[in-house]
């Protein structure tokens, strides 16, 4: 078992899914739900025939997008609460 292997796959299907979520707000949860279980088993197929620039674009795509809603949003939000109001 690769446990490398496994942590990127999570970590991409995590943020393909929360970055899918910004087009598509009105989706049902068992959508993100399925797109979950393809993506866990789609993504390990290919990690072992994708170029490392395709893998590292994902990895990127991923990091960028739950970095975003987990640590700049909520700062966002302490420092300017009224602003979510507003948006």
């Given at each position: 078992?690769?446990?490398?292997?496994?942590?990127?796959?999570?970590?991409?299907?995590?943020?393909?899914?929360?970055?899918?979520?910004?087009?598509?707000?009105?989706?049902?949860?068992?959508?993100?739900?399925?797109?979950?279980?393809?993506?866990?088993?789609?993504?390990?197929?290919?990690w072992g025939i994708a170029?490392?620039?395709?893998?590292?674009?994902f990895m990127a795509v991923?990091?960028?997008?739950?970095?975003?809603?987990?640590?700049?949003?909520?700062?966002?939000?302490?420092?300017?609460?009224?602003?979510?109001?507003?948006?």
């Open positions: 078992m690769n446990w490398e292997t496994i942590g990127y796959v999570a970590f991409v299907a995590a943020g393909i899914i929360q970055f899918a979520k910004g087009f598509f707000k009105n989706a049902d949860g068992k959508i993100w739900a399925a797109l979950q279980v393809i993506l866990c088993f789609g993504l390990p197929l290919l170029p490392t620039w395709a893998k590292e674009g991923s990091a960028s997008q739950l970095c975003y809603e987990n640590i700049l949003q909520p700062i966002k939000k302490k420092l300017n609460p009224d602003a979510e109001a507003t948006t």
